[in-house]
């Protein structure tokens, strides 16, 4: 069965204080690995796309790195405006629209 | 990124009654949509993969007669809770994916409260 641990569950930062958040997966056949962001009372919102180890993409203060089995979201110098929670995705299979399986998220709460 | 829009984005009723949430693709044509389900401090977890024109695919678990899927057009589907108790009250939202195998794009969630 497919699964994604995120950890930590909380994470409390200082502003600019620099951290990374994990996402370990165990999947079948890995066919994306997806970060987003989600505020409280919304949907979530798209960062990245990760579909092969090694690959790396970056925004702003974010970078997501990616190996065969975990993820990494670093964040640089995090602003308060970063507090949110960061969920972690994973798809696997080969044919059609295989489901997300997501993690329950990492909490970021960036003090000013 | 692909828009969606989410209706309503609060609703209230009493147990026992339906409601129906509407899930909109602005900006392209979606053959697939999908619904999730977000309880406090847990992950989403898919209830359903809606099909333009079809039946609905539903993960194991979940009650397709109690949740309706309809996907009546490329622009919309919807989701409506029969007969709701208050352990359906939840975070339901609904997600399109451009492309296989690439991001979801995902509405602005539906917070659903049963008294």
Known sequence: EDQVTQS????RLQEGESSSLNCSYTVSGLRGLFWYRQDPGKGPEFLFTLYSAGEE???ERLKAT???????LHITAPK?????TYLCAVQAGTTGFQKLVFGTGTRLLVSP | GAV????PSRVICKSGTSVKIECRSLDFQATTMFWYRQFPKQSLMLMATSNEGSKATYEQGVEKD???IN????????LTVTSAHPEDSSFYICSVRPLMNTEAFFGQGTR????
């Not at chain 1, 930590?8 to 994470?11: Q, T, V």
């Not at chain 1, 308060?80 to 949110?84: H, K, M, V, W, Y």
């Not at chain 2, 996907?71 to 919807?78: D, F, G, P, R, Y």
């Open chain 2, 66 to 68: 109690k949740f309706l």
């Open chain 1, 66 to 72: 990616l190996t065969k089995k975990e993820s990494f």
């Open chain 1, 8 to 11: 930590p569950e909380a994470l």
């Open chain 2, 112 to 115: 659903l409260t049963v008294v």
């Open chain 1, 57 to 59: 993409k970056e925004k």
């Open chain 2, 4 to 7: 969606v829009s989410q209706h």
């Open chain 1, 80 to 84: 308060p405006e970063d507090s949110a």
């Open chain 2, 71 to 78: 996907h009546a057009s490329l622009t919309l589907s919807t």
